[in-house]
């Protein structure tokens, strides 16, 4: 600037200010759109946290009596890499059930190509613990589904102020005026 005019200085200026001044990024403004690629796939801290303070307290809690054992302390470092293990088994996993599904011409992944899937990249023992846990899922599910579809109805017809359904309407209407068909 020590060699500019004046007139230069002010031209500059008026650029700088004629041009937008981009916004800070906060956090709910378009968070995918100023987080990295790695930061968007990163599976949530708190989940991972406690998936992995969980199956070591088990480890460790292990013994004749069922408690016991020191609290494990896992640092951030290996916190990180657990999270980073498991996103990439996950990518590994989708992409292996992924091609399972292109082979039988389908486009949507169901639990059998992920069966396949864990096969394929050698790990059968985890075939077994999936289906029963994927049978029990199900089966909470399903007697559960009944009574949501219920109140969903109800809920869709208090939203939408609809009276009692039709037919339980015209019967009344039927029973209290026995000669309106008639002309």
Not at 108 to 113: H, Q, S
Not at 150 to 160: A, F, V
Not at 161 to 174: K, L, S, V
């Amino acid at each position: 600037m020590a060699g500019e005019t004046k007139e230069q200085q002010d031209a500059i200026q008026g650029d700088a200010a004629a041009k937008p001044k981009p916004k800070p990024a906060v956090a709910s403004d378009a968070p995918a759109a100023t987080m990295t690629e790695a930061e968007v796939e990163e599976l949530p801290k708190t989940i991972v946290r406690r998936l992995v303070k969980d199956k070591l307290a088990q480890i460790a809690g292990a013994g004749a009596d069922g408690e016991g054992g020191a609290e494990v302390i896992v640092n951030k470092d290996a916190m990180a890499a657990f999270s980073e293990s498991a996103r990439i088994f996950i990518h590994y996993l989708s992409a292996t059930a992924n091609d399972m599904c292109k082979d039988a011409k389908r486009q949507t992944i169901n639990a059998e190509d992920v069966f396949k899937a864990l096969d394929e990249i050698d790990f059968p023992e985890f075939v077994e613990p999936l289906r029963t846990s994927l049978e029990e899922f199900r089966t909470k599910n399903a007697a559960r589904k009944p009574a949501t579809a219920k109140k969903q109805t109800e809920k869709k017809r208090k939203l939408d102020n609809e009276p009692a359904p039709q037919e339980e309407q015209n019967g009344a209407a039927d029973e209290a005026n026995p000669n309106a068909d008639e002309d």
